[in-house]
């Protein structure tokens, strides 16, 4: 089994930066893309960032492309998701997920792609 951890979610006036975290363990298991999605109220959880593991080529939805960065430490199995200059609009719950492998009839943008979830961390943009 597969365990994803985030951290680094919080409250931060508009303008302002928060980097999320999400650290991947467990027992046998590759990965092969992590991603990050976010919810809120009333919507769908929607794709935000993605990266690949072996290559880090990056992902991105319009949104944040230019403002969030996403990296990951492939000894510490861990992923990051740097957010600058935030808007009130970024409120959500920040999911972390891993994919072990390429999917046929599937891509990263979708949560499908994905086989397993973090617990999720709150942030909240004031404006």
Same mark, same amino acid.
Request: net charge positive; glycine share 10%.
């Given at each position: ?25 467990? +027992?046998?298991?590759?990965?092969? $893309? #992590?991603g ?7 919507? =769908?959880?929607?794709? &935000? ?19 969030f960065?996403?990296? +990951?430490?492939?000894?510490?199995? $861990? #992923? ?8 009130? =609009?970024?409120?959500? &719950? ?21 086989d ?12």
């Open positions: 089994q597969v365990q994803l951890v985030e951290s680094g979610g919080g409250l931060v006036q508009a303008g302002g930066s928060l980097r999320l975290s999400c650290a991947a363990s467990g +027992r046998a298991f590759s990965i092969y $893309t #992590m990050w999605f976010r919810r809120t109220p009333g919507k =769908e959880r929607e794709f &935000v960032a993605a990266i690949s593991w072996s290559t880090g080529n990056t992902y991105y939805a319009d949104s944040v492309k230019g403002r960065t996403i990296s +990951r430490d492939t000894p510490k199995m $861990t #992923m990051y998701l740097q957010m600058n200059s935030l808007k009130p =609009e970024d409120t959500a &719950v920040y999911y972390c997920a891993l994919g072990v492998r390429l999917k046929i009839g599937t891509t990263l943008y979708v949560e499908r792609w994905y397993y979830w973090g617990q999720g961390t709150q942030v909240t943009v004031s404006s």
